[in-house]
């Protein structure tokens, strides 16, 4: 199941002809910083494909592969504030607007404007954002920080940790994705 939704992006990346790179194995990284505590997720098994032809960009994230520094976080995490029995995923769906300032055939680095649809805890939102893709040796690698405010997501803090949890934590993403051929 949890590569199911790669495998069908795979298939219509395959039978529409389309330039694709793919990963199974991109990180994101979250971070919430209060005064009293500092926490930090990391996920090193993201799904991402791009399609360098017409810009087509998506991630999908399994909740549960977020890993903590503590396990009673990462326990807390899960059943408390993101439900990921009940909502196992997140996802973006989008593209890279300004495609043609990137010169996929050339090695640099290159500003990426994206835009697209962001669902986490089942909430869909739409979202702009200014990242970097890096073009080298066949390779392409995406990085973006942004930031993502948990009432926007009907993410609940409760009161007895308010003051540990930040009202938005801060995202990092960086990805290494190689042509699907």
């Known amino acids: 199941m949890k590569n199911?939704?790669?495998?069908?992006?795979?298939?219509?990346?395959?039978?529409?002809?389309?330039?694709?790179?793919?990963?199974k194995t991109g990180k994101i990284t979250f971070t919430s910083k209060t005064p009293?505590?500092?926490?930090?997720?990391?996920?090193?098994?993201?799904?991402s494909l791009?399609?360098?032809?017409?810009?087509r960009l998506e991630f999908i994230v399994q909740i549960k592969s977020f890993v903590f520094d503590r396990q009673l976080l990462q326990e807390h995490?899960?059943?408390?504030?993101?439900?990921?029995?009940?909502?196992p995923r997140a996802t973006f769906k989008g593209s890279v607007t300004n495609l043609a300032a990137i010169n996929f055939a050339k090695d640099g680095e290159y500003k990426a404007d994206v835009a697209g649809t962001m669902n986490i805890h089942n909430v869909s939102k739409e979202v702009?954002?200014?990242g970097k893709i890096i073009?080298?040796?066949?390779m392409i690698t995406l990085l973006c920080d942004f930031s993502v405010?948990?009432?926007?997501y009907n993410?609940?803090?409760?009161?007895?940790?308010?003051?540990k949890i930040s009202k938005d934590v801060k995202v990092a993403v960086n990805c290494v994705l190689s042509q699907v051929k």
């Open 155 to 163: 993410i609940s803090i409760p009161g007895a940790v308010k003051d």
């Open 36 to 47: 009293l505590e500092t926490i930090e997720g990391v996920n090193k098994s993201v799904g």
């Open 135 to 138: 073009v080298k040796g066949g």
């Open 4 to 23: 199911f939704f790669l495998i069908l992006l795979l298939i219509g990346a395959l039978q529409s002809n389309a330039q694709m790179y793919l990963t």
């Open 77 to 87: 995490f899960n059943e408390n504030y993101m439900e990921s029995n009940k909502i």
């Open 149 to 152: 405010v948990l009432a926007d």
């Open 128 to 130: 702009k954002n200014t």
């Open 50 to 55: 791009l399609d360098i032809k017409n810009g």
